[in-house]
């Protein structure tokens, strides 16, 4: 089975541009997660999609960020117009809805670095 | 303040040597995560705690729910053990609350 997958591994971009960062998750899960790590602090929440849902995304810094999960599958990160302070690293992670408490498991990550 | 502190920060170890990782938390939690980042790799989940005591290989994992702490026990380390160790909390909404990380390094 497939892991969690995301692209590009790197991106590096000037100030000003936009980036789009997606994310595979495991075929049929059907949460997915967004989260950040900036050069060091720790790694924060952005945001749960529920199948296409936004179940919360009270993590997203500004509204220079729009995530999206059309039928429900992979997702997309936006950055428009990045700045400096969004180099870090982005990770995808997804679960699959159980009883219970379930796992979830994360992608490689994004390296994103703005200059 | 973070709501989940880890120490120690940077931790040093012989090959062989019994590791110990803290993770305390200052929240009610549902459950508490244990996961590794290998450098420049992808994280990977270890454990997933809600109580007791939990044992994969040489890796061992507690929690103390009364006391909000729980702990990452390494047993006859290794030099491929050495990668960053990261505590995170799931405050009842599956959304994870991280600690900032262990930097553990095992020297052969």
């Known amino acids: 089975e497939a892991g969690v997958t995301q692209f590009p591994s790197h991106s590096v971009i000037e100030k000003g541009q936009t980036v789009t960062l997606r994310c595979d998750p495991i075929?049929?899960?059907?949460?997915l997660y967004w989260y950040r790590r900036v050069m060091g602090k720790e790694i924060k929440f952005l945001l749960h999609?529920?199948?296409?849902?936004?179940?919360?995304e009270s993590g997203m810094p500004n509204n220079r960020f729009l995530a999206e999960r059309t039928g429900g599958t992979y997702s997309t990160l936006k950055v428009q117009p990045a700045e400096l302070e969004d180099s870090g690293v982005y990770f995808c992670?997804?679960?699959?809805?159980?009883?219970?408490?379930?796992?979830?498991?994360f992608g490689p990550g994004t390296r994103l670095l703005v200059l | 303040k973070n709501e989940v502190e880890q120490s120690p920060q940077n931790l040093t170890a012989q090959e062989g040597e019994f590791i110990t990782i803290n993770c305390s938390y200052s929240v009610g939690i549902s459950a508490l995560h244990w996961l590794q980042q290998h450098p420049g790799g992808g994280i990977v989940s270890l454990f997933m705690l809600s109580s007791g005591k939990k044992k994969h290989g040489r890796l061992i994992a507690t929690i103390n729910i009364q006391e909000k702490h729980s702990s990452l026990h390494i047993t006859a380390s290794h030099p491929r053990d050495s990668a960053v160790y990261i505590c995170a909390v799931d405050e009842y909404g599956n959304k994870l609350v991280f600690g900032a990380g262990t930097i553990l390094r095992v020297k052969s």
């Open positions: 075929s049929g899960h059907d949460n």
């Open positions: 999609f529920v199948k296409e849902s936004k179940q919360d």
């Open positions: 992670a997804s679960s699959l809805t159980r009883m219970g408490r379930e796992t979830q498991y």
